[in-house]
């Protein structure tokens, strides 16, 4: 990839998509194009092919998905199998008829078997049932892989895939029902300190262990891969480090400032006990994660204040 070098950030309006098109501008890359879902929807296959052939791009990220919590993956079942599977079959059929010379596809550590081991390595994918809520989104998402690897075996095309681990940082969802576990703590401990609440409840014992990353770190892997990775196998993205839901709340208090106290409801369910991906592969490439989950969240919790102003 060149500096002048034509990349095009499918979904740069999204938390993924916004931090890769910003680090490819760090890094001196000017060329960047961008289209939202209101100029350009993906499922819209004669669209994206005159995209394509009118723009023809040279590097593509595809950080574009119909993306959502359980709820919502839950509920749109159909929306979340067939909008996905139309996204990344369109970009991917029309990078190959376009001679795209490199595109990264995105998938995510839930489309791993529910009763996979920990910590997660790429050889588990499809060894196992999954998690019946989210069917339908890594059934697309792990399609979008295939597509990749088979387009490659076929074709010859240079397509990989990257598997990151759960994200935060800015453009985050603090949709109270829709959010992963980051937002949905900053929003609960931001509006415990605003009434000055004497407790901030939490689900559960507070004992899972979770893994997460800062959405810039995972931007900067991406472009690495993008750089440097030719293989056919995906890679995790992942920090390697693990916290507890009850530690990560503590961080979250502290660094949201609240004062007050934090109370385990254990009658409510834990979810997943371990959830941890082994992201060996990627560190033995060279590539690590730079920020700490508190310096992360240090920079998210203003984001989140300019988000709800
Ligand atoms: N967030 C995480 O924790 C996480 C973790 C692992 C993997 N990932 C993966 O990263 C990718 C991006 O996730 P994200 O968190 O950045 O999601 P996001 O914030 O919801 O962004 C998704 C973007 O996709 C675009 N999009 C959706 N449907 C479209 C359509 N029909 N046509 C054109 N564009 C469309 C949207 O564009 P507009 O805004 O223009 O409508 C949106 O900005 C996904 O593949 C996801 O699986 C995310």
Not at 38 to 60: G, I, M, T
Not at 141 to 164: H, V, W
Request: charged content about 25%.
């Amino acid at each position: 990839m060149e500096s002048k070098s034509k990349i095009y950030v499918a979904g740069h309006n999204g938390m993924v998509g916004s931090a890769i098109a910003r680090k490819l501008r760090e890094q001196g890359f000017g060329h960047i194009i961008q289209r939202s879902s209101s100029e350009l929807d993906l499922r819209n296959q004669a669209a994206v092919n005159d995209f394509f052939a009118k723009e023809k791009p040279e590097y593509v990220f595809l950080a574009a998905a119909k993306v959502g919590g359980i709820v919502a993956n839950n509920t749109y079942r159909a929306e979340f199998l067939y909008d996905n599977l139309m996204i990344e079959s369109n970009i991917i059929h029309a990078s190959y008829r376009n001679e795209v010379k490199k595109l990264l596809f995105l998938g995510s550590s839930c489309i791993y078997p529910k009763m996979a081991p920990q910590p997660l390595k790429e050889e588990y994918l499809l060894t196992g049932l999954l998690e019946s809520t989210n069917e339908p989104y890594a059934v697309a998402k792990i399609a979008g892989i295939k597509l990749c690897e088979a387009y490659r075996d076929q074709y010859g095309c240079n397509f990989i895939s990257a598997m990151p681990t759960n994200l935060y940082g800015p453009g985050d969802n603090y949709h109270l029902q829709n959010s992963h576990v980051i937002p949905a703590l900053i929003r609960k401990f931001h509006e415990a300190k605003q009434h000055k609440a004497s407790f901030v409840e939490i689900w559960g014992t507070g004992s899972p262990l979770r893994e997460f990353m800062y959405a810039d770190d995972l931007a900067d892997a991406c472009v690495f891969l993008m750089k440097n990775y030719n293989d056919k196998l995906f890679v995790n993205i992942g920090t390697g480090e693990e916290v507890t839901i009850k530690d990560l709340a503590l961080l979250v208090k502290e660094v949201t400032g609240y004062g007050g106290d934090i109370q385990f409801d254990t009658t409510k369910p834990d979810g997943t006990p371990r959830k941890l991906m082994d992201s060996a592969r990627l560190h033995a490439m060279g590539w690590k994660h730079t920020l700490s989950l508190k310096e992360g969240l240090k920079k998210t919790y203003p984001l989140f204040l300019e988000a709800i102003r």
